[in-house]
């Protein structure tokens, strides 16, 4: 009997090789299916297969009937991955939002509305609207195909909502608008509503072994839909002082409503609202670890950005959409700073 064999969609990306990796570890024979404008090194020897996979015509162009003993989705259009490999492998683990798919303006909420800890996986209100959130929509539908698969018989299904990740090697990382303020000697440093934010982080080394906790335990986590977090939760203020104090910088956050704190809204990812994610079901269930702490994980994500500084104005900064305008920043702090002191002369 040969050895089990995978296949990862994607692979190459910030959450690809400790995952291609924990499977070659595990014995499989991997396969990768991906684009292939982006390699990526692993530990031993992968099969490559490029093409697109974002649609049933490429998909199948692609992969014809191959089957596979483990499909990991983590990249793509998870609805027609999902379609594709109906009857083609044993387990299909999908990998997509974990915050994207749930409705936002929905009544199934309650009155007070959508609560800022979305999922705790025993209550997923996924977008049903999509006039309101069409990504979200299409995003739930996804997550509902896949499962229907499962309720069908052509294989068992798990699904994994990831958070907003960080780490070395991600697109658009927010961690950057922090670092590069402080290596230009920035002292002030623009935040929304004192940086008080939470949202549901996660460090891609972590997060990405997630499916393959799930790939050892197919029987419990059959039919399962999880979501997967850092343990802790901190605010944008508590990260920036943390980058500040690893490089030997003090950073004075100057706090602004949202709507005219615009050199924030790159880091806060143009978004106020708040979500968080408890990932305890993947944790009990599973037995789903972090590998690193939110200390040890932010400084490897400090130390990997040092020694590989993004190019100004390059692929990065333009993903993460912030022009580093100190000239503007310093104008519209001036402008706080002259209205704070017209507000202390009022007197309360």
Not at 14 to 25: H, K, M, Q, R, Y
Not at 117 to 123: A, C, G, I, T, W
Request: charged share 25%; hydrophobic share 35%; glycine share 12%.
């Amino acid at each position: 009997m040969g050895a089990r064999t995978a296949l990862v969609v994607g692979g190459t990306g910030p959450t690809g090789p400790p995952a291609v990796n924990g499977l070659l570890e595990r014995g499989y024979e991997v396969t990768v299916f991906h684009s292939g404008l982006h390699e990526a090194e692993f530990a031993g020897p992968v099969r490559h297969i490029h093409g697109d996979v974002h649609f049933p015509e490429t998909i199948r162009e692609a992969c014809g009937d191959e089957s596979f003993d483990l499909v990991i989705a983590q990249y793509g259009r998870l609805r027609h991955l999902a379609d594709h490999f109906a009857g083609r492998t044993e387990h299909f683990i999908g990998v997509g939002s974990g915050g994207s798919i749930a409705g936002s303006d929905d009544p199934r909420w309650g009155g007070i509305g959508r609560p800022v800890v979305l999922f705790d996986e025993h209550r997923q209100i996924t977008e049903n609207d999509p006039a309101r959130n069409k990504l979200g929509f299409r995003m739930g539908e996804a997550l509902q195909n896949l499962m229907q698969h499962h309720e069908d018989g052509h294989y068992v299904a798990t699904y994994i909502g990831y958070p907003i990740l960080y780490g070395p090697r991600q697109p658009g990382a927010r961690e950057w608008a922090i670092i590069r303020r402080a290596l230009d000697g920035r002292r002030r440093i623009i935040v929304p509503e004192g940086g008080q934010k939470l949202i549901g982080r996660g460090y891609n080394e972590n997060v990405a072994r997630a499916p393959l906790f799930a790939a050892d335990q197919p029987e419990l986590a059959a039919g399962k839909s999880y979501v997967v977090s850092d343990l802790d939760f901190h605010t944008f203020s508590q990260r920036i002082a943390f980058i500040g104090q690893m490089l030997g910088h003090e950073f004075e956050i100057v706090s602004m409503p949202f709507d005219i704190a615009l050199p924030g809204h790159p880091l806060y990812e143009h978004r106020l609202e708040q979500r968080v994610f408890i990932d305890h079901t993947i944790r009990a269930d599973l037995g789903y670890t972090d590998l690193y702490s939110s200390d040890e994980a932010l400084t490897k994500t400090v130390e990997w950005y040092l020694a590989n500084r993004p190019e100004p104005g390059g692929e990065l900064e333009q993903q993460l959409g912030d022009p580093f305008d100190y000239a503007r920043e310093d104008a519209i702090m001036q402008i706080m700073d002259d209205a704070r002191a017209r507000i202390i002369d009022v007197g309360f």
